[in-house]
């Protein structure tokens, strides 16, 4: 008897996801599952998001850290809900981490929810959560080719955001290369070129923000 | 009854892992396992390494990677007998799958030998192979709070080598908070700045690891 733990870990995290979900739509809450590498800017990207749709549409935000609450703090200073979800030693969110944070939160005063995940470019990937989208920061510091060397988290991404694009000219990052490497995984990606430091790409990134949000909601969210 | 996969995981992986050290240890191979986030420099480091020590260390690597033979690839060019490991979709390297490469090494004819971990600042921590020393890079565009975030990672090495220190004055990354936190987790880490772009504290690195190489092998060794 060959007993498959990971394939049973998967599908009890694909039911409670499916809750998630189906709360989610009933609130009409777009969500985006936010991966990256330590570091990348996920953070930073919410900071400067904030900024720019206060008024337009209402965040809310869960973290996920292995330790510290430093990351929903940063958020917090921008009167936005965020839940910091401490992970001890786990590598990931997964759905039941996710469900566990949304009774804290009033989702009916939400109409964007960004999970950020954990920072690892690797198992994140593995769980859906209940998100409408995967999207994931790949900051120029990191190298052009990250694409092929993991794969899925790019595989599984609606949209590749490449931030710290302004430390281009320090590095011998490779943008045509970057993107011929995502698309090679997955032809359907959508890329952003973005810089959180000076702020280029960041409408762009925004009006992306906006248009998966009136796709979803139709007009019949709060926004 | 519970039953403790993880436990279970673990203590079959620390069996091989004092497997993999009697041999190292009866080869007089020092053997480090270097981890760090995705694109910190983990292959730059072993280039430039390859370079300084030619003459007077013989290297050897095995390199973890999700997917593609890029690393070591790289680092063959160096006439240094590489060994890729891929993964498939594993976070980490384990004892067993750096037993699997052994085979495959002239053991006697390498002095050091150099584990490159998959690129994730998490999970490669959880797992000894068999190494004298874990150590590991933080690059600078990571930024300087990653010790308090990742603490495991900063707790089990023996060195901390922050990387791409040419970057610095392009970022808001602050060395000597960076150098604080560390310490926090593990007041016994030693640190080293280096930049694998312009050479800058390489010196330093290639010393402790002759330093380390000596200690260990105590001249027994082939070098």
Same sequence: chains 1, 2.
């Avoid at 702020?199 to 762009?204: F, I």
Wanted: net charge negative; glycine share 6%.
């Amino acid at each position: 008897m060959k007993i498959n733990v990971m394939q049973d870990v998967l599908q009890a995290n694909d039911r409670i996801a499916a809750a998630n979900r189906q709360l989610f739509k009933e609130k009409h809450n777009l969500v985006l599952n936010l991966m990256s590498s330590p570091g990348a800017g996920k953070t930073s990207l919410l900071e400067k998001t904030a900024e720019r749709v206060a008024g337009k549409l209402r965040l809310g935000v869960i973290v996920g850290d292995i330790e510290t609450t430093r990351d929903a703090d940063r958020i917090s200073k921008f009167n936005i809900p965020a839940i910091q979800l401490t992970t001890g030693t786990e590598c990931h969110l997964d759905a039941n981490m996710v469900s566990s944070a949304l009774p804290h939160m009033e989702l009916d005063k939400i109409d964007v929810l960004v999970i950020e995940n954990v920072g690892n470019l690797v198992c994140p990937a593995e769980f859906i959560v209940g998100e409408d989208f995967k999207i994931m920061i790949l900051s120029v510091p990191e190298g052009d080719e990250k694409p092929l060397k993991y794969p899925l988290m790019f595989h599984e991404s609606a949209l590749m955001l490449i931030n710290k694009i302004d430390l281009i000219q320090y590095t011998n990052f490779n943008l045509k290369e970057a993107k011929a490497n995502a698309r090679k995984i997955n032809p359907n990606i959508d890329i952003i070129e973005i810089s959180c430091a000076n702020g280029a790409g960041l409408d762009e990134w925004v009006s992306w923000l906006m248009t998966k949000y009136h796709d979803k909601t139709g007009g019949a969210g709060h926004a």
